[in-house]
């Protein structure tokens, strides 16, 4: 069975509906009566046919409830709630009143107006329905008790029904993927803002000159269709092939383009843990399948000996959280099978070496693709540029909008990948390990405990004889965002800021640790 807008084509099946239940069931009218609404929420039986339907009618489309007066003119009205009569007793009535509540809440209406048949008032009321008692009317046999519903009480009650839901709105507004601690929500160049993984340090001269100097031509003139000159810089600097490398508006808009065109409903999903919170948020609303494997050192064996078991195998090497790196990955990969597409993602490489990427591996693979963001080591988060590095076989099928990225964008990441970007680049890096290194050192000092050996820009670290949330809260009242690390216990995640920064985050670690 499956619930879904039923179109004006198939309107004569809801008045043979209408027939059957308000004419000759409960003698409301004497002749067949049509459904006029414009909005109909069906459920079909596993024939197809119409089990049950709700109608819905907007204010524009006129309201019929009586007694409800232009207070209620903002209001929309359920109409004709009805389930023929060898589906009853299987909630489909309660799905399409939820169905109803849910379209309200979604077209943004706060109140649903409409008229309870007398005997299922107390029904009507474990929705919420107010009603009217003095009000009642009847057509033909029927009594209906007026009244109305507060859409914000909407309770939940999908999973209790075998239904699929194919309407175009989904069953319960989906939670948004939390990240950081609020740093991004202020506008403060005071403050520090360790709880999101931004650079610690600024883009290449050669990057902050265009901004400085160029810019204005990069505002009006169009954007490339197909970034080729960003490509080509790309497969210069990283030695892959330009046709083996897909740009898109930043790796999170690249998740979300590629992974509904290669997975599906049911699609089983190798993903290591803990992970980027993107990665199990997107992989469930797809409905994927996920099995989590910790990111331990025996995850090469486990994706060589149960990799081709899966549609698709997801990680971040080095893990973001953890910052843990998995040195030979190429040794499990080369047992998947070619069916199961392997997703890794590189946003922090560069903190493991220069030469450790699997882009040229990928760029060989039928089924290995690179993510790399440009947010994070080229210091161009605000730009929004990732790249993906893999054969034809994956990448030339996926479909995306032409101009997707922007010509300043475009113009910006080429200036970053520039051979002195690339020295500048190289140098920030090696002076940001240096920061982590000091803060793992001190961090210690004061009782935090770093987990693994961080080969990024971040750390995470347990919280020893104190608790995580409160130390995030007693830093972020001094201005200090760092967050509490997702997947471990009682753990925080800070990012290494400039060395400033840095110092005045570890004070301040250090006196609340040392009161
Ligand atoms: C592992 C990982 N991948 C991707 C991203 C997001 O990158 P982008 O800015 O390219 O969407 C992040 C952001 O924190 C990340 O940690």
Redesign the pocket.
């Known amino acids: 069975m499956k619930i879904e807008f039923v179109p004006s084509s198939r309107v004569d099946e809801l008045a043979r509906l209408r027939m059957a239940i308000l004419t000759k069931e409960m003698a409301q009218y004497t002749t067949a009566t049509k459904e006029t609404s414009p909005i109909r929420i069906g459920i079909y039986d596993s024939s197809d046919r119409i089990a049950g339907y709700v109608a819905i009618n907007r204010p524009e489309d006129g309201h019929k409830t009586p007694h409800i007066d232009d207070s209620w003119k903002d209001a929309c009205e359920i109409r004709g709630l009805m389930v023929s009569r060898n589906h009853r007793g299987q909630g489909l009535g309660s799905l399409l009143m939820y169905a109803a509540l849910r379209f309200a809440q979604v077209s943004g209406y706060t109140l649903m107006i409409g008229s309870a048949r007398d005997t299922l008032v107390t029904w009507y009321q474990t929705f919420g329905f107010i009603p009217y008692p003095d009000e009642s009317y009847t057509i033909g046999q029927q009594t209906y008790i007026p009244g109305y519903l507060r859409v914000q009480d909407i309770r939940p009650i999908i999973g209790q029904c075998p239904v699929s839901w194919c309407l175009p709105f989904p069953p319960a507004t989906p939670n948004a993927c939390v ?1 950081g601690n609020g740093s991004t929500e202020v506008n403060d160049t005071d403050i520090i803002r360790a709880d ?2 931004d650079a610690p340090f600024l883009p290449s001269p050669d990057v902050r000159r265009i901004v400085h100097d160029a810019m204005d031509m990069q505002y009006i003139r169009t954007t490339p269709p197909d970034p080729i000159h960003l490509k080509n810089a790309l497969a210069e600097a990283r030695g892959v092939r330009v046709d083996h490398i897909l740009v898109g508006p ?4 690249l998740m979300y383009t590629v992974f509904p065109q290669w997975f599906s409903r049911g699609s089983k999903i190798l993903l290591v843990t803990p ?2 919170a ?1 990665y199990p948020h997107l992989l469930n609303s797809i409905g994927c399948q996920v099995d989590e494997v910790p990111e331990t050192r025996d995850v090469v064996d486990i994706i060589a000996s149960r990799g081709s078991e899966y549609d698709g195998i997801v990680m ?1 090497n080095p893990n ?1 959280p953890s910052g843990s790196y998995i040195d030979d990955l190429e040794r499990g990969l080369k047992h998947v099978d070619i069916t199961t597409r392997v997703w890794i ?1 590189e ?2 490489i560069e903190y493991v070496g220069q030469h450790t990427s699997l882009e040229k591996y990928a760029s060989r693979s039928p089924n290995v693709v690179v ?1 790399k ?4 080591c080229y210091a161009l ?1 605000g730009v ?1 540029v ?1 790249y993906l590095v893999g054969s034809g076989v994956q990448l030339e099928g996926i479909l995306h909008p032409p101009w997707w990225v922007s010509r300043v964008a475009q113009t910006l990441a080429i200036a970053a990948l520039t051979p002195q970007s690339r020295v500048y680049y190289a140098e920030q890096i090696i002076e940001t390990k240096k920061i982590v290194d000091y803060m793992i050192h001190m961090l210690r000092k004061c009782g935090l405990e770093t987990i693994g050996s961080p080969m990024a820009s971040y750390i995470t670290c347990m919280v020893h004889g104190n608790d995580a949330n409160s130390l995030v809260d007693a830093l972020k009242a001094q201005g200090i965002y760092i967050r509490v690390a997702r997947g471990y216990p009682n753990s925080v995640r800070i990012a290494s800021q400039p060395w400033r920064k840095t110092r005045r985050l570890l004070a301040a670690i250090h006196e609340y640790m040392n009161p």
Do not use: F, I, Q, W
């Open positions: 990240h999101v993984l930043g790796s999170s808009a992970t980027y993107e971040v973001s993602d946003t922090y993510c963001s440009m947010s994070k988060s929004r990732a």
